[in-house]
C-alpha cells in the first residue's frame, strides 16, 4: 500500500522559514494537499494540488512538489503556526495522510 | 459552512452504531463528502468518501467489509455505518467535505468537530 513519510518533528526560530518534508514513491504524479492541526481542534487545509493556498490562509505558507518529495513551507513563522502538519494524496481511489510532523516555534 | 457529527459514545465490542453528519452552508448535493477517523494522539486516517450523486464510493482497503456510507439528500447529511466494532475503532470520528474544483484528487476543504467513539467492554 502507498504510504507517505514526513519527520516527526521541525523546530524553528520565530521569523526564520520552516520546511516540512513529505516523501511518498514517485509523489511527483499526485497532487499534495497539507492540513495544520493545533491541539484539540479540526484539521484545517492549508496547501492543495500541491502548491495552491486555499482564501484566508497567509501567502507565508507555500507548497511544492518534485520526485519523490513534497514540501510545505512557512516563511516568517510564528508563534501560531505551532501545530501538526499533516501531508495528503490519493492513490488509487484511496485518500492517504502522512504521520503529521509536529512544528515547534522556539 | 457547517458539518456537524453526531451518534459517538461508548459502545461495547460487536456492537453496531451509526455516525452521522448533518451539512449546512453549501449546496449538498454538489460536494464529495467523507469521514475521516483519528485515534488518540495519532495521525488522522482515512475512512470513506461518497461522491457528491453517491455514484461512487469508496474505502479504505484495511476497513472495507464493516464500515457503510450514505447521504440522505432530503436532511443534507452523511452517514457511517459500522458493524461488529472493535477496540481499534476508538476514535474520533471527523466528517470531511471534498473541495470542489480542486483537481480529480480532491483535498478535504472543511471539517466538522468530531464524534467520538469509544469501544470498550
Known amino acids: 500500500s502507498y504510504e507517505l513519510t514526513q519527520p516527526p518533528s521541525v523546530s524553528v526560530s520565530p521569523g526564520q522559514t520552516a520546511d516540512i518534508t513529505c516523501i511518498g514513491e514517485t509523489l511527483d504524479d499526485k497532487y499534495v494537499s497539507w492540513y495544520q492541526q493545533r491541539p484539540g481542534q479540526s484539521p484545517i487545509l492549508v496547501i492543495h494540488?500541491?502548491?495552491k493556498r486555499p482564501s484566508g490562509i497567509p501567502e507565508r505558507f507555500s507548497g511544492s512538489n518534485s520526485g519523490n518529495t513534497a514540501t510545505l513551507s512557512i516563511r516568517g513563522t510564528q508563534p501560531t503556526d505551532e501545530a501538526v502538519y499533516f501531508c495528503q494524496t490519493w492513490a488509487r481511489s484511496t485518500v492517504i495522510f502522512g504521520g503529521g510532523t509536529e512544528l515547534t516555534v522556539l | 459552512v457547517h458539518l456537524v457529527e453526531s451518534g459517538g459514545g461508548l459502545v461495547s465490542p460487536g456492537d453496531s452504531l451509526t455516525l452521522s453528519c448533518v451539512t449546512s452552508g453549501f449546496t449538498f448535493d454538489r460536494y464529495g463528502l467523507g469521514w475521516v477517523r483519528q485515534a488518540p494522539g495519532k495521525g488522522p486516517e482515512w475512512v470513506s468518501s461518497i461522491s457528491s450523486t453517491s455514484s461512487y464510493i469508496y474505502y479504505a482497503d484495511s476497513l472495507k467489509g464493516r464500515f457503510t456510507i450514505s447521504r440522505d439528500y432530503a436532511k443534507n447529511s452523511v452517514s457511517l455505518h459500522i458493524n461488529s466494532v472493535r477496540a481499534e475503532d476508538t476514535a474520533l470520528y471527523y466528517c470531511?467535505?471534498?473541495?470542489?474544483?480542486?483537481?480529480?484528487?480532491?483535498?478535504?476543504?472543511?471539517w466538522g468537530q468530531g464524534t467520538m467513539l469509544t469501544v470498550s467492554s
Open positions: 494540488q500541491d502548491s
Open positions: 470531511a467535505r471534498e473541495c470542489v474544483n480542486c483537481s480529480a484528487s480532491p483535498p478535504f476543504d472543511y
